[in-house]
Each structure stands twice: as structure tokens, then as C-alpha cells.
């Protein structure tokens, strides 16, 4: 999602690259245009000033022209050298006339064009008058004389008119020149740094374009990796997709959706009435229901039925929907279905299992009915009529019928404590009682309590440490501490006292590396040792196997259940019990409880 | 239809003590209530007599001068068993020996012979008692009761308790206050 | 009647029990009078009828035919007539949840049939002595509660 989110901002990035691009280039495009409009102007302005100048130049030429021919004439007195004075006349007129026009523009060089008119005007008087003069032959005359230099004086003051002018022409084409040649030195660069950016512009569209592009392809490779973990999944875990596009009320059949109907990809058109085809009969109108449901509702909450294929196998279904948006915002219905014919079938075999279990622990607990009614009571009897006949008839028995009296009253007797321990173990259960918080000391009193006779018997000692309260169910750890000291006491030395130590400490999960999953952190432990005969190291799991004995009946009574009980009253406790002891070297039997 | 009376039951009693005597002939006096003196000259026969006829009211004849020393003895027991201020630090023998002018071994003896039980035992079942209704009507721990019973341990008087009931302590809590839940809530 | 002597009702569907039961009385030196019932029905038939003297000690058995120890239990303790009569449940089982039941219920004694004739004995002497001294020392009955 993060690669598409990056290229979305990358779009935008990139609209914004684009529009500066393209706004730099329009710029660019402006600047020139208006460089080479100013470039064609200071064109024209020097064509302008070099027309200026010809013509001037012409003028003058024109006017030295009639200047020459007049000279001429007055020497030679050939008329010839008067024509272009004649010719020049016109001419002249012409060129000031030219002049005017190129200079119009100009307020100075008006002026200077009005005093070059009249001096033109005063010069051709001079020459007419000279002349005239001339063809009288008067050139001698004083007259003549001043009317020639004043002529040569008014030459001299056009030809500084013109060459100011001239110069006044120069100057305004030279500040032009300058003019123009600044904007225009600049121009080359303007358009060469226009030139680097939009450059550098394409260069960084071009990465971002690359990059975007890039990842783009990753996610496509993802999408298409997806697709396929999806289709496999599909198959695997029996689903089928469709999509029904509310706007166009056209639906999308996946092609495994085809497959759960046991026919090929797309082999039909996906529309409700060809998958209609295929829904069990019974089903039909439910199906019906639920699709105009989910039409007006556009929401498909859970829906189950029945699908029959085309070679008749009944298959169970459960299809599921939920309203969602395309890109473009269309509103669109994407639907799974899932064939849970497996599971279904998994859940009738577990219900009957249920079943079977539970009729099995019914039958359990009247078994433990029997054991603890009816099998104790003929018993008891037994023994309430033997004692009866001890009582009453022993004296008159002979020796051997004693002894059978007392070899029955201990098989009797036997027989109660089998009854009597197995009773115990099967009640011991968790359901039957919950867990509170209880004085373990409390507990092992009681427990000594009702060993009381035996302890005394065999002046056995019971030392207890000061243990915390845990949670547990105090009616079988009163049993288990019962269970552990009698045991104790029974598989006590002959020749010695019992001396049984319940020690309290606390072990951490890490310390106990014999723990195959840990559940809890730390578990209370409690041990009860003993000096009594122990046992072979190698008997320490065995001694809690229901049944199992490690010495013959005749030298220690016991039922070979005790311990068993023990055991499965820790099992209820999430705990453990561990058994250690060496040959005549006494018993450690360590109680883990876990800390709640 | 319905009448109410009302009665003085010293009267009554002796009154049905005088009409019996009298219908038998014995000749007697009454000293104080529950206690008559009768002619020695009375036989076997018309006491005997007597007797049929104070059954028949309900009335027993306390046989002996024994009887009445077993019921002060009790009486003293259970004052000294209830009653905070009589607890005294000296043995209950002597206690109880003192208190009735009697040796112990005597008295032990004649209660035994009445009672069927002995006078620890009695002791014992009457503190046991206490620490019922210590129990079931204060909020006192067992650890107070103990102490409040002059017993040496909480251990102690648990295991006394647990040999004279059958059941333990917190057995007893537990069913007085179930019976107390149960009468609240007769539905179950 | 002799006030000293103490009227005792079991009820009990086992022959040999009721057998047991009356016997152990006949031997013990306390006097006493006995009588039986074999199951609940019979017995709530007899201890309802109006002028029938009222027991010092009724014994139940918790397993009988038609009405249970603990359905005439919960009877009895309705009842205001009976409440100077001790309930003692007399019983096979002896699991700590149908003693605490029973004894929640209003039973005042609970009794584990014994497999020794002279252990019956012994418990029923100790019921009936214990029973005298509620009796006749003005203890609370509320809190006679006995296991044995």
C-alpha cells in the first residue's frame, strides 16, 4: 500500500513538474519573441540612419556638384558646366525633401533641416547672383568678389550643418546600437539557462517517471504472486468469489466458484438464475429470499444452503457479503462462498463423538455409583456380621474356623480399602469443586488429624514449615497431604521412628528444565521427606502408576492408589509431583503448585 | 368460640402436687418450690404410686441428693465455661471442687455414673459450644476464639473441635452460613 | 412413659441394617425405644399422624425407595412440630459433598454405617449421650452439628 501511496504523490508531483515545465517554456517562448522583435527594430533604425546619411551625403555631393560647375563657368565661361547646377536643382529639393521625411520623427533634426533649407536657399541665390554676374563678366568687380566668398561662406556652414548632422545621426545610432546590443547580449543566456532548466525539469520527470514505474511493476508482481496464493488458497480451502456490480447489476463469478460447482472456469454465464440451476430444491426459495434481501439490503449476512452437482453430489454452502467501493466509486457487493460440506461432516463426527463421550461418563459416573453404594454396602454387611459372629459364636469354632474368620475379615477389610481408594480417585476430579484460597498449614492439620491414631502408633513426627496461601481445592490437597504422610509412615524403618519434614520454597519455570511447556512463572514447592526405606531410583516414575506396587502384599498393606491420586490431584492443580529416593535412605516426593 | 386464659404456673404445680399427696394420704410440706417433704411414715408402695400419678402431669421425681449435686456441677461448668469473669486461671478441678465442697475424684465419679460422660468431657463439649456460637455469631476469628477460650493454639482448639464434632471449623463456618443463604432463599 | 427413655426412629429400605440398628440399641445399657420404617413414605406417614409422640432422635437413610433421607429431611425441617428433634443421617456414602449437603439442609448428625457391629455401637451410644446433653443442658440446637 505504501508503494501505490508513493506513486500516487508521484502523480501529483509529477502534474506539478509538468505545469512549471510547461509554464518555463512559454516564458521562454515570450522572451525570444520579443528578442528578435527588438533585434529586427535596431535593424530598422540603422538602415534608418545610414539613409539619413546617404542622403546627406548626397546633398552635399549635389551641392559640391554645383559648387565645381559654377567654378567652372566662371573660368571657362562654357555653359556646359551649368547643367547639373541646373539638373542639381531639382535634385536637391529632392534630397532635403528625402531628408525631411527620414528625420520626421526627430525635433533637433527638423531644425537642423530648416536652417539647412534656407541656407540651401541662400546658397543658390548666391550662385544665381554669381552667375548672373559671371555672364556680364563682372567677375572682376567688387561685387562679385564679396558675393563669391559670402557663396564659399554659406558652403562652409552647410557642409558643418551636414557633418553636424551626420554626427547628430551617429550619436543616435550609436546609443541605439547600444541600446539593442545590451538586450540582446543577454538574450543568448536567458534562453540557455530556460534551456538547462526545462532539461533539468525532463531529467527529474524522467526519474520520478522510472522510479514510479519500478515500483509499479513490484507491486504488479506482488498483486500477481498474490493472485495466485489466493487462487491456490481458494482451492485448497474451498472458496469461490463473485463481485455483483450494483450499478450495472452484472456479477463477477471467480473461476474456482465454478469449480465448487463441480464445473469448468467460466463455463457458464454468471448471472443468479444460471447459478440457480444448482441450488438444492428445499433450498430454492430461501435462496430466492435471501438474494431479494440482499438486492434491497445490498448486505448479505451469512447464508447457508445446499448445492447439488451436475453427477448429483449434495455439497453445503455458506456464502457471505459485504458492500464495497471501486476506484471510480462504484458500488460493488464482493461475496465469498465457502463449500463447508468437510466441515459439516467434521461437526456431525464430533457431535456423535460428543455424544458417545458423554454417554461414556454417565456410564462412568453410575459406575462409580455402584462402587460407592452398592458394592460398599454387602460389603460392609459382611463385615458388620462377621464381627457379629466374633462377637457371639468364636468360642464355639474350632481352631481352623477362627482362622478362617480372621483371613476373611482381612480379605474384607482389603477389599474395603480398594473400594474405597478407587472411590477416591475417580471422585477426584476437577469439575466437582472450584479453586480458593486456602491455609496449606491448615490443611496438613487436618490431615495429621485424621492420621492421628497412626501417628501415635508409630510415634512418628511430622515437622511443618510455615507455607503461604495458595489457591487450590482444599478437599484434595488435604487428600494428597494425607496420601504422601501415611505413605510415608508405612514404608517407615522397622527399628526407627518416623521423622517426616514438609519444607516450603519457591522454584522459578527456568529452574525446573525437566518442564516441557511453561505455563506459568514460578511454582510453590512443597517437599515431604522422610527416613523411611525408600526406594530404587529407578522405581521414582513407576510409583505413581495406578495399581503399581513396589512391595508384595504381605509386607506392606497399601492398594497401589495413593500415589495415583497424588498424581491427579496435581494434574487438576496444573502442577506437578516428583518422586526421589534412594534404598533405605528415605523419600523426598516434591509438590509443584503453580503461582496464580 | 375462643377463650383466652392466663396462668400462674407456681400455683398450678403446687396445687397438682397437694391434690396428689392428699388424694394418696401422705403427709407433707413444701419448703420452697420443687422441693417437698413427705412422712417418713409414706411405703415404698404409695411412692411408687406418687410417682405414676406426677407422671401423668409431667412432673419427675428427682431421685437423690445425687442428681441435684450433678446438675449444680453442670450449672457451675457451663458459668465457667460462659462466663468471661468466673474464668479463672486454677485448674477446673479444683475449681469445681471448691465451688461444691466436694473432692473431685467424687464428683467425677457420680457424674460419670449419671451422665455417662465425664466432667472433661463435658468441659470439653461445652467450650466446644462456645466456639460454635462464637462462630455462627460473631465475626471473631479462630485465632481470638482461641485465645478468648484459653487454649494454646489455634491448632489446638481446631483439633479438640474436629474430635468432639467430626467436622472442622471452617466446616461449621461454612455450613452456618449456607444454612443462613438457604433461608434466605427457601426457592433452592 | 418414662421421660428417661430415649424414643429413636430409624428409617432404612435394608432389612439387615434395621437388624444391626435394633440390636446395637437392645445391647447398650441407655434405654431406649426403637422403632423402624423402610422408607420415607412410611416414615412421614407415621411422624405426620397427629397424637404420635415426636422422636428424640430420627435416623435417615439418605438411599430409599419412594422418598429419600433428604427429600423427609427437607420435610421435616419445614415442619415446626419436629424442631427439638435431632436428624441424624445414616448413610453408605460418606463423600464430603453429601455430608456438607446434608447438614446444609438442617441434618444435625451424620453417620457412616460402620463395618464393625461394636463401632455401631459406640456411635450410637455417642449419639444418644450427645444428644441427652442438647437435651437436658440447654444447648444451642442450632448448632449441633456432629459427624461420626
Known amino acids: 500500500m505504501r508503494g501505490l501511496k508513493s506513486i500516487y504523490n508521484s502523480e501529483r508531483f509529477l502534474r506539478i513538474l509538468f505545469g512549471s515545465a510547461l509554464f518555463v517554456v512559454l516564458c521562454m517562448g515570450g522572451l525570444a519573441y520579443k528578442y528578435i522583435r527588438d533585434l529586427s527594430e535596431s535593424f530598422i533604425l540603422v538602415q534608418h540612419t545610414y539613409e539619413v546619411h546617404i542622403e546627406l551625403e548626397k546633398l552635399t555631393t549635389l551641392l559640391k556638384d554645383a559648387e565645381s560647375g559654377k567654378r567652372g563657368f566662371i573660368i571657362s565661361k562654357d555653359t556646359t558646366f551649368l547643367s547639373p547646377l541646373i539638373n542639381n536643382r531639382e535634385k536637391l529639393a529632392e534630397t532635403l525633401e528625402n531628408v525631411k521625411n527620414l528625420t520626421a520623427d526627430s525635433p533637433e533634426q527638423n531644425a537642423n533641416i530648416a536652417v539647412l533649407q534656407e541656407k540651401i536657399g541662400q546658397s543658390m541665390a548666391i550662385f544665381d547672383q554669381t552667375l548672373a554676374m559671371a555672364k556680364d563678366s563682372l567677375t572682376h568687380t567688387q561685387e562679385f568678389r564679396n558675393a563669391f566668398t559670402r557663396g564659399r561662406f554659406i558652403m562652409n556652414s552647410i557642409r558643418n550643418k551636414v557633418n553636424e548632422m551626420t554626427m547628430h545621426e551617429n550619436e543616435l545610432l550609436k546609443e541605439r546600437r547600444e541600446e539593442s546590443s545590451e538586450s540582446l547580449s543577454n538574450a543568448p543566456l536567458m534562453v540557455y539557462y530556460t534551456l538547462i532548466i526545462s532539461l533539468c525539469i525532463l531529467l527529474i520527470t524522467y526519474a520520478q517517471l522510472s522510479r514510479s514505474l519500478k515500483v509499479l511493476r513490484t507491486k504488479n508482481e506482488q498483486l500477481e504472486t498474490f493472485k495466485e496464493a489466493t487462487n491456490q488458497s481458494a482451492m485448497i480451502s474451498k472458496y469461490g468469489n463473485w463481485i455483483w456490480h450494483v450499478d450495472e447489476e452484472t456479477f463477477e463469478f471467480s473461476d474456482n466458484l465454478y469449480r465448487l460447482l463441480g464445473e469448468k472456469p467460466q463455463s457458464f454465464a454468471p448471472t443468479i438464475d444460471n447459478f440457480m440451476e444448482f441450488v438444492h430444491p428445499e433450498d430454492q426459495e430461501r435462496f430466492v429470499d435471501q438474494v431479494n434481501q440482499m438486492y434491497l439490503n445490498r448486505d448479505l449476512p451469512y447464508l447457508h444452503y445446499r448445492i447439488i452437482q451436475r453427477d448429483g453430489t449434495l455439497k453445503h454452502f455458506k456464502a457471505y457479503a459485504k458492500l464495497g467501493k471501486d476506484s471510480e466509486g462504484h458500488q460493488r457487493l464482493i461475496g465469498t462462498t465457502t463449500d463447508i460440506t468437510d466441515e459439516k461432516e467434521n461437526y456431525r463426527i464430533l457431535e456423535e463423538k460428543n455424544a458417545e463421550l458423554e454417554r461414556n461418563n454417565e456410564e462412568l459416573a453410575s459406575f462409580n455409583y455402584v462402587a460407592s453404594h452398592d458394592l460398599q454396602e454387602p460389603l460392609r454387611k459382611i463385615q458388620t456380621f462377621i464381627s457379629r459372629l466374633e462377637d457371639k459364636e468364636l468360642h464355639q469354632l474350632s481352631d481352623s474356623g477362627k482362622l478362617y474368620i480372621e483371613r476373611i475379615k482381612t480379605s474384607a477389610s482389603r477389599m474395603r480399602s480398594l473400594i474405597d481408594d478407587l472411590l477416591q480417585y475417580s471422585r477426584t476430579n476437577r469439575s466437582e469443586t472450584s479453586m480458593e484460597f486456602t491455609n496449606i498449614n491448615e490443611l496438613i492439620e487436618a490431615a495429621k488429624h485424621d492420621l492421628a491414631e497412626v501417628i501415635e502408633e508409630k510415634h512418628a513426627t511430622v515437622k511443618v514449615e510455615s507455607i503461604p496461601e495458595m489457591k487450590v481445592i482444599p478437599f484434595q490437597i488435604k487428600q494428597l497431604f494425607l496420601n504422601l504422610i501415611s505413605n510415608s509412615i508405612k514404608y517407615s524403618k522397622e527399628d526407627e521412628a518416623p521423622i517426616i519434614n514438609i519444607c516450603y520454597s519457591k522454584t522459578k519455570s527456568s529452574q525446573m528444565p525437566w518442564l516441557k511447556s511453561v505455563k506459568y512463572k514460578s511454582y510453590h514447592t512443597i517437599a515431604i521427606s522422610d527416613n523411611g526405606i525408600g526406594f530404587e531410583p529407578s522405581y521414582a516414575e513407576k510409583i505413581f502408576v495406578l495399581f503399581n506396587r513396589l512391595h508384595s502384599k504381605g509386607t506392606y498393606s497399601g492398594t497401589g492408589i495413593g500415589l495415583s491420586i497424588c498424581k491427579k490431584i496435581m494434574n487438576n492443580h496444573n502442577g506437578f509431583i516428583q518422586a526421589e529416593g534412594r534404598p533405605n535412605n528415605g523419600a523426598i516426593f516434591t509438590v509443584y503448585l503453580p503461582v496464580h | 368460640m375462643k377463650i383466652f386464659v392466663k396462668f400462674d404456673f407456681t400455683r398450678i404445680c403446687n396445687k397438682v402436687i397437694e391434690d396428689t399427696l392428699h388424694s394418696l394420704g401422705i403427709g407433707y410440706t413444701i419448703p420452697s418450690f420443687g422441693e417437698i417433704e413427705i412422712d417418713d411414715k409414706a411405703s415404698s408402695e404409695s411412692i411408687k404410686q406418687l410417682n405414676e400419678r406426677f407422671a401423668h402431669y409431667g412432673i419427675d421425681i428427682i431421685e437423690n441428693q445425687k442428681i441435684i449435686l450433678v446438675q449444680r456441677l453442670k450449672d457451675a461448668i457451663v458459668d465457667m465455661v460462659f462466663n468471661e469473669e468466673s474464668q479463672v486461671n486454677v485448674k477446673s478441678s479444683v475449681y469445681l471442687s471448691e465451688k461444691l465442697g466436694h473432692s473431685y475424684g467424687y464428683l467425677s465419679n457420680l457424674f460419670s455414673e449419671v451422665t455417662y460422660t465425664s466432667i472433661e468431657n463435658f468441659i470439653i463439649l461445652q467450650k466446644i459450644e462456645y466456639t460454635k456460637s462464637l462462630i455462627a455469631k460473631t465475626d471473631l476469628s479462630l485465632t481470638e476464639i482461641a485465645f478468648k477460650l484459653n487454649y494454646s493454639s489455634v491448632a489446638h482448639l481446631s483439633t479438640q473441635f474436629k474430635n468432639t464434632t467430626g467436622i472442622t471449623p471452617t466446616a461449621f463456618q461454612r455450613i452456618i452460613a449456607k444454612r443462613r443463604e438457604l433461608a434466605n432463599n427457601p426457592t433452592n | ?148
Request: contains cysteine; proline residues 2%.
Open chain 3, 1 to 148: 412413659m418414662n421421660k428417661d427413655v430415649t424414643y429413636v426412629v430409624l428409617a432404612d429400605d435394608d432389612e439387615d441394617d434395621r437388624l444391626f440398628f435394633t440390636e446395637a440399641f437392645d445391647e447398650l445399657k441407655i434405654t431406649t425405644q426403637v422403632e423402624t420404617y423402610e422408607d420415607g413414605v412410611a416414615l412421614m406417614k407415621a411422624l405426620n399422624c397427629e397424637d404420635a409422640s415426636i422422636p428424640n432422635i430420627l435416623f435417615l437413610d439418605l438411599n430409599m425407595p419412594k422418598k429419600s433421607g433428604l427429600e423427609c429431611l427437607k420435610e421435616i425441617k419445614k415442619s415446626k412440630r419436629f424442631q427439638d428433634m435431632a436428624v441424624a443421617i445414616y448413610s453408605t456414602s460418606a463423600s464430603e459433598e453429601d455430608i456438607e449437603n446434608t447438614f446444609v439442609n438442617g441434618a444435625n448428625i451424620y453417620i457412616k454405617k460402620p463395618s464393625d457391629f461394636n463401632t455401631l455401637k459406640r456411635i450410637l451410644s455417642d449419639v444418644v449421650t450427645i444428644n441427652w446433653q442438647y437435651h437436658t443442658s440447654g444447648l444451642n440446637r442450632d448448632n449441633f452439628l456432629l459427624r461420626l
